[in-house]
């Protein structure tokens, strides 16, 4: 019999669950708890025959689950936003038929779930569609952690500033936080801007002491410091640090 009988009254929960950045030992306790404890797990992936990242990390700690999945375009660039916009319309519309049966659903995500990341776009459709819906979130470990860890950095002391900046459009938020001397820069979405990236920190005086970790947990994981890095792009999965200049 399935978890939701006699749920019809009860609004559906849409939990928003962080499964770390790759490796699934960094999946928390607590999000082990809600996935098991769910009627449904909902997984994003690039096509409906193909397990996304999330889902491939839940797998490997949880083998036996099932997995709902829902397709976003994953593709780079303005026209890709526009698309995971209307991809996420589209999933709100499919999670609510699921949520008014009064379902529990955990939705997986990359790191964590409140951080540039998938379930927010459709937390949000969701919440506009069906504001009585309760949404929540788990948190989850993000790529900048292990990166830091990894690679051995102390990212923040005293009272240095933290900047999480993005150069999937450009690199002009790169380049004003890396004016802050006293803060730690850390770039998302920086794979293809590489050489701008490093010719920015270069300016700045802090390539030398800036890291990169490209497809951390997962295959093809590089950490490496950046100015040994001599590939012309990388994976879109990659970050790089800069740390507080400390002179
Ligand atoms: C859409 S954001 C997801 C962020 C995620 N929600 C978080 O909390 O870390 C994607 C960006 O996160 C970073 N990222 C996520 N997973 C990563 C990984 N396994 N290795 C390196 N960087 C990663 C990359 O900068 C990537 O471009």
Known sequence: MSKSSNKQDAPGRLIGVGVGPGDPKNLTLRAIETLRTSDRVIAPCSAADLEGRAENIVRQVL?????????????????GVQARRRCAKEAAKDLLVMLREGLTLAFVTLGDPNVFSTFSLV???????????DIRTVPGIMAFQEVA???????????????????FQGI????ESLQHDNAAVV??????????VKEALHKAGRLEDAVVGELIGLKGERVMKLAELTDPS????????????RR
């Open 149 to 167: 860890s990894m690679s051995g950095l102390n990212l923040l002391d005293e009272t240095e500033k933290l900047f999480l900046v993005t150069a």
């Open 172 to 175: 002009d938020d790169v380049k």
């Open 63 to 79: 083998p036996d689950i099932e997995c709902h999945r829902i397709v976003f375009d994953m593709s780079q660039g303005e026209t």
């Open 187 to 196: 770039i998302y979405k920086g794979g293809r801007q590489l050489a701008g």
């Open 123 to 133: 937390a949000k459709e969701v919440a506009d569609l069906a504001p009585e819906i």
């Open 234 to 245: 990388i994976s879109y999965l990659a970050t790089i640090i800069s740390p507080p200049s």
